[in-house]
């Protein structure tokens, strides 16, 4: 199908490859400035453009790939009503085309994507939201370039959403506050990589709640207030440590 990718960051730069390589057709390639519209379509082998009066109207579906806060802006300035056209969102809701595009929906891939990592979509979940069965049909198409697709209304996505969040961006940020501590003692992360990747490794095929370790998972007072004590001088990583140690102690209870 011919498909118009509006925008070219991070997660238009992974989905239109994919897209292209699954045998759809990128007719071009919407960004706000020329340059990344250019870098991708020049990949893509598209037209590019960074005018919405420029887009061609005649295409099957525009996948949006803006984020968040733009979409709405953007939709104001289309001049025309698209075929079909979906956002790749997690949190907007479908209602965010309101009743003016009659076939929309939400094609979001839930997955982290950076412009220099690659990933295989194949394994990739893809949530799909769709006003009509017309609509679902055409996004299925170009969501066959995963074997994994759900379909799932606004509400639950927003919290499939959260969860994203709480998996992904939370723990990286822990990554970064302990590559800072390491600094502080001239060390590397790669020290934690392997403790890193073993902790993502074993809840595929865990449980989450019965992989926990640590001190505040063995009520071992004298190493949590040794910790704290690390962190006198560093009272953001103090908070989050007794925060999360606190929300251990309270899930799990009092050791027998
Ligand atoms: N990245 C992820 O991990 C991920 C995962 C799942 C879903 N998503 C969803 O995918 C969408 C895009 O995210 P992304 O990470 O790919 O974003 P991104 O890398 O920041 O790329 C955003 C694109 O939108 C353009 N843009 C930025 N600000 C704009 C503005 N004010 N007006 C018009 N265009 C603007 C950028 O243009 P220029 O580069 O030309 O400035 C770029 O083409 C979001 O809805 C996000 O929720 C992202």
């Known amino acids: 199908m011919k498909i118009v990718l509006i925008g070219a960051g991070n997660l238009a730069g992974h989905l239109g490859p994919a897209l292209k390589k699954n045998g759809h057709s990128i007719e071009m390639v919407y960004s706000r400035s020329k340059g990344s519209a250019k870098k991708l379509a020049a990949n893509l ?16 579906l525009y996948l949006l790939a803006l984020p968040d806060h733009v979409i709405p802006g953007f939709l104001k300035e289309l001049s025309f009503i698209p075929a079909c056209i979906a956002h790749t969102s997690g949190s907007v809701e479908l209602s965010v085309f309101r009743t003016r595009f009659k076939n929309c929906g939400v094609f979001y891939p839930l997955q982290t994507f950076s412009k220099n990592r690659k990933v295989d979509f194949k394994n990739i979940p893809i949530c799909l939201e769709a006003s009509n069965p017309k609509t679902l049909a055409l996004l299925k198409k170009a969501a066959a370039i995963s074997k994994n697709v759900v379909r799932m209304n606004s509400a639950k996505r927003k919290k499939v959403h959260l969860t994203a969040v709480i998996v992904n961006n939370f723990p990286n940020l822990l990554f970064s506050l302990a590559d800072d501590l390491l600094k502080e003692e001239k060390l590397n992360l790669d020290l934690l990589r392997p403790l890193i990747l073993e902790t993502a490794l074993k809840v595929q095929n865990n449980p989450p709640f019965q992989m926990q370790t640590g001190p505040a998972r063995r009520g071992d007072a004298e190493t949590l207030k040794s910790h704290r004590k690390l962190l006198s001088d560093n009272k953001t990583v103090k908070d989050i440590y007794n925060l999360l140690s606190k929300t251990i102690e309270n899930k799990y209870g009092p050791l027998l």
């Open 45 to 60: 082998k598209c037209a590019f453009t960074s005018k919405v009066t420029d887009l061609p109207t005649e295409a099957d």
